[in-house]
């Protein structure tokens, strides 16, 4: 072989890169709870033959959707957990672009409803009966605290002059009332499922009365990542829907798993996870974005949003579970 070719050979070899170095990187953000899909995906990367050969992941634990769209927003994520008030909000507030792409968690007649509850022998049995109360709140400026806002807002309650909020988070809530530190608090699973093993206290409404189908949480990527990676979207949501469908054909994989994630016994996840006491999981995954339009629409007309927001500028079909 003469000089030239060889020094021609060379210098491709030394500009391939390496196969490792060909395998696209998706940084994707996840939350606890009701992400099962993610969490199958996380603890047996194993059953999802195209994960780490055609394309990666990076996983990045946050505690909201709010944190994860200050980092979809700083491009350090390319996809995350949203929910239909955050991902508006960063839309309007800064300017982030993002696809909806597969559904996490919705609620739909004959399954779980997160509900605000008070002391079984309370006197308060309507709206009417919180005026001058304290009512407690996961956390000031969430999705479901502004879903409170709009059921008492349609009660009639006006929220900033007839109660108090306070934040309580979800773990202390029902501590909260039984000491009287709130008259009535929010309870999501399985603190819900705890309290009315305990028979102590009793549901005063729930957040379906506000809206029924409600999405509460959604997987999004990046406008700019998804339009110049489309085909590492399309292979991520696939394993979603591969991991929802094996989630929903192995009960016992979901509580598993999800106990390996959360450190939650898996005695008390059997109780609920995946059954009617529990959100609704679909095994395609596919995203109700009339829903989500619906509930935005009323939290524009309740002032929750500084204008309208329309969901079809955050959907791009051939990214959009179900992919086949």
Request: proline share 6%; glycine share 6%.
């Amino acid at each position: 072989m003469n000089k030239s070719l060889m020094a021609l050979v060379l210098s491709a070899v030394a500009a391939a890169p390496t196969y490792a170095e060909e395998i696209p990187t998706l940084r994707v953000g996840w939350m606890i709870p009701a992400e099962e899909a993610k969490y199958l995906m996380i603890k047996r990367p194993e059953l999802f033959p195209d994960l780490g050969k055609k394309y990666k992941i990076e996983w990045s634990q946050f505690q909201g959707t709010s944190p994860m769209m200050q980092a979809l927003r700083a491009g350090v994520l390319d996809c995350s957990t949203m929910a239909p008030l955050s991902m508006a909000q960063a839309y309007l507030e800064s300017g982030l672009e993002s696809y909806i792409v597969a559904q996490h968690a919705h609620e739909e007649k004959g399954y779980f409803s997160p509900y605000w509850a008070v002391k079984k022998d309370s006197p308060i049995k309507s709206a009417a009966d919180l005026k001058g109360k304290i009512i407690g709140t996961n956390a000031y400026g969430t999705g479901m605290y502004f879903q409170m806002l709009l059921w008492l807002k349609q009660q009639g309650i006006d929220y900033e002059k007839d109660v108090k909020i306070v934040e309580t988070g979800f773990p202390a809530s029902a501590d909260a009332i039984r000491t009287g530190r709130v008259d009535s608090g929010p309870l999501v699973q399985p603190f819900a499922l705890l309290a009315e093993e305990k028979g102590d206290l009793r549901p005063l409404f729930t957040l379906s009365e506000v809206q029924s189908p409600t999405v509460y949480s959604f997987e999004g990527c990046s406008k700019a990542y998804a339009d110049k990676h489309p085909e590492v979207v399309r292979l991520y949501v696939k394993d979603l829907q591969r991991a929802m469908t094996k989630l929903l054909e192995d009960r016992k994989l979901a509580v598993e798993v999800t106990a390996e994630v959360t450190r939650a016994p898996a005695a008390m996840l059997d109780k609920y996870l995946f059954t009617d006491k529990d959100f609704t999981h679909i095994a395609t995954m596919k995203p109700d974005t009339k829903a989500i339009q619906e509930l935005l629409t009323l939290q524009s007309d309740a002032g929750f949003l500084s204008k309208p927001v329309d969901v079809s500028k955050f959907v791009r079909p051939d990214i959009m579970a179900p992919i086949e």
